[in-house]
Structures are given as C-alpha cells and as structure tokens.
C-alpha cells in the first residue's frame, strides 16, 4: 500500500536550515508529483510547495519564496524539502502528499507528519 515517512524535523534557531526528506513507497513514485503542507497550531493545512513529476519546485505559499524548494530523486522514490533562512512563523508540523489515481477517481495520502520549531 502507499506509504509516506517524513523526517528530518527539528529545533532550529531563527535564519537557520533544515531538510525534511519524505520516502515513499507502494505506488510508481515517477508518475506522480508530490507536495509539501504544514499545519501551525491552530491552523488549517496549507500548501506550501509542490514538486512535479520532472521536478520542478513551484511554490503555493508566499511567505516561503525564496527560502524553500522542493526536489525529488526518482531512484530513490524519495523528495524533499529544503528550508533556509527559517522564521518562527514557519514553526509547524510538515506533511508530504500524494495524489494517486484508483480506478476511476483518487486518493489523497499523506505521510504521519514531522515536527519542525523554530525558536532561539
């Protein structure tokens, strides 16, 4: 079945960086783009970064132009999200997902979400 495991969160000080990695498993990763969400306390998901099937970063929320990109390794059925010059407002827990056709519809998957704080 589909699966998706986050990692890579943590505690970092304000202008610093991460890298959330999501693997996937159980469908044709190639054929599908991915996306990364985070939900801050209080908050509904948000989109913040989608990648395509070619890898293409295209970013969804302003507030992380320029700082955050996406990419993907196709080999390795793995993408990830990397995160510079973070902010205390991008304290939040990280999502990947996928999109995956069945049958005649689709269902939305989403990985089990990784911590992400930043705070001095």
């Known amino acids: 079945q589909v699966q998706l495991v986050e990692s890579g969160g943590g505690l970092v000080q304000p202008g610093g960086s991460l890298r959330l990695s999501c693997e996937a498993s159980g469908f044709t990763f190639s054929n599908y783009g991915m996306s990364w969400y985070r939900q801050a306390p209080g908050n509904e998901r948000e989109l913040v970064v989608g990648?395509?099937?070619?890898?293409?970063?295209?970013i969804y929320a302003n507030s992380v132009a320029g700082r955050f990109t996406g990419t993907r390794n196709n080999a390795k059925n793995l993408v990830s999200l990397q995160m510079n010059s973070l902010k205390p407002e991008d304290t939040a827990v990280y999502y990947c997902?996928?999109?995956?056709?069945?049958?005649?519809?689709?269902?939305?998957?989403w990985g089990q979400g990784t911590q992400v704080a930043i705070s001095s």
């Open positions: 990648i395509t099937r070619a890898g293409h970063s295209i």
């Open positions: 997902k996928v999109t995956v056709a069945v049958g005649e519809g689709a269902t939305d998957y």
